[in-house]
């Protein structure tokens, strides 16, 4: 697992208050993973801090599972 993945997880976790074991590569945020609307929102935002990085709104449905999320991440982090 890459270093982003970890990161992932660990923001995915507290957000979510879930544990990080139950967060799988195809997990889905919303459908396996039980988040709520203001809970997605603070989500962004975590990640934003995190990697600094800016999620443009129009992204946003395009990261709701683990893995698609793990992958912009790491494209927004090498531009």
């Not at 697992?1 to 976790?13: A, C, P, Q, T, Y």
């Not at 935002?45 to 599972?65: G, R």
């Amino acid at each position: 697992m890459s270093d982003v993945e970890d990161r992932l997880k660990d923001v995915l976790s507290k957000i979510l208050k879930i544990d990080k074991a139950t967060i799988k590569s195809e997990s889905h945020f919303v459908r396996d993973l039980g988040m709520e609307s203001m809970q997605s929102i603070e989500l962004i935002a975590a990640i934003e801090e995190e990697f600094d990085i800016e999620i443009d709104e129009d992204d946003v449905t395009d990261v709701l599972t683990f893995e698609k999320s793990a992958g912009y991440i790491k494209g927004a982090v090498a531009d």
